[in-house]
């Protein structure tokens, strides 16, 4: 039986570099990341001023390598009262790794977070929608002491299913936003969706899971608002779904999502554990 999950608009934030693109070749060495140019110290910092101005505390689902490689701007996430989560440690598709592992790579990021936070972690989102339809991966993660996954995007090739929260070993799973089924279903809570639809059809989406009684989950990723971060080279539409109309993102997630605290563990404190 899964217990239902309050109607709530959620904000969240992936937050990684811009070079973590799994599948892409010339960035698929960890050893060469630390040669990279960054754009997380400013990224982050930027993050951190839109929300405050915009009147939000959202979800930083963030990556243990950050956490590792820039500890101070990690730190300052859950200074500013924002919620901090796991991205695992490499940002490595779950689908490509065996259970050990992924209980290992969430493992020594999830000790790693919260060390240095101070605060026990209990959110944890998949790298690229990546969580296969299977039970094993949430096993991992309640043995890991995680209590909810924001890990599917159900839209056709990413994820496709049930658009709806769901318990799966004893972790919520909590899509994010989407609208429309099976092969017409798009993203509309993120990517180039949120920047390049109608803001009429992204409230439309909205308003519907709403009207289900569902969380709709946001999300972007802190290069997204620094016009100058490095961009990742590829065929012309790997370039636009990653880059097209950058500028509107902030602007369309003002549009879109109310001020307040925006995050799971506001919205879950009353069903699970998250104290």
């Not at 990684?16 to 799994?22: D, G, L, S, Y």
């Not at 971060?229 to 902030?250: D, H, N, T």
């Amino acid at each position: 039986m899964n217990p239902k999950v309050e109607a709530a608009v959620i904000l969240t934030v992936d937050a990684e570099e811009w070079f973590h693109v799994p599948g892409n070749a010339a960035y698929a060495d960890v050893a060469s990341w630390d040669g990279l140019q960054a754009s997380c110290p400013r990224a982050l910092d930027r993050t951190l001023r839109f929300l405050e101005e915009s009147g939000w505390k959202a979800t930083f689902f963030v990556l243990g390598w950050l956490a590792k490689r820039y500890p101070s701007e990690v730190l300052a996430i859950a200074r500013a009262g924002h919620e901090v989560a796991c991205h695992g440690f490499e940002h490595r598709l779950v689908s490509g790794m065996s259970p050990c592992h992924f209980r290992a790579d969430v493992a020594v990021a999830k000790s790693l977070l919260e060390d240095l936070t101070g605060v026990a972690v209990r959110g944890f989102r998949a790298p690229r929608w990546s969580m296969p339809r299977a039970s094993w991966p949430y096993e991992a993660l309640a043995a890991e002491g995680f209590a909810y996954s924001s890990s599917r995007l159900c839209i056709a090739g990413l994820g496709a299913g049930n658009p709806e929260p769901a318990t799966v070993a004893g972790v919520r799973e909590i899509p994010v936003l989407s609208a429309g089924r099976g092969w017409m279903a798009w993203p509309a809570g993120g990517t180039v969706a949120l920047r390049v639809a109608s803001l009429k059809r992204l409230e439309g989406a909205r308003d519907s899971v709403l009207a289900r009684g569902s969380p709709a989950v946001y999300w972007f990723h802190p290069w997204e608002l620094l016009e100058d971060a490095p961009r990742v080279g590829g065929g012309a539409l790997f370039r636009w779904s990653r880059y097209a109309r950058l500028e509107r993102l902030p602007e369309r997630l003002k549009a879109l999502v109310p001020p307040g605290e925006r995050t799971f563990g506001a919205l879950l404190a009353g069903q699970l554990d998250l104290e």
